[in-house]
């Protein structure tokens, strides 16, 4: 289980708070089992956007979503950012990451 400040639901709508480890060895999720926090690490470097384009790929191919799907709206150039999945629902994002993590 993810906590609520994670992962919510809005609208149709799902946004997730998560942090992003770009330059790693290879892209995984994983959710700390302690404080519920979820990471994900991506391949790119974080140089002229490629590990956000990286990490929204990543996102859309875990969630079966197109990547017009998932948008940055907050974080851009920070490794903290939060998402938002439009037209899905909190457990359904919630399972799939689960479902995927390490």
Do not use: C, Y
């Amino acid at each position: 289980m993810v906590t609520r400040d994670t992962i919510s639901e809005s609208e149709n709508n799902v946004v997730l708070h998560l942090q992003v480890k770009p330059n790693s060895k290879k892209q995984e999720i994983v959710v700390d089992s302690f404080d519920k926090k979820i990471t994900i690490f991506v391949k790119a470097q974080p140089d002229k956007g490629k590990a956000n384009k990286e990490l929204l790929k990543f996102l859309a191919k875990i969630l079966e979503k197109t990547t017009s799907d998932i948008s940055i709206v907050a974080g851009q150039t920070s490794r903290d950012k939060t998402l938002l999945v439009k037209n899905d629902t909190k457990q359904n994002v919630e399972s799939k990451i689960l479902k995927f993590k390490r």
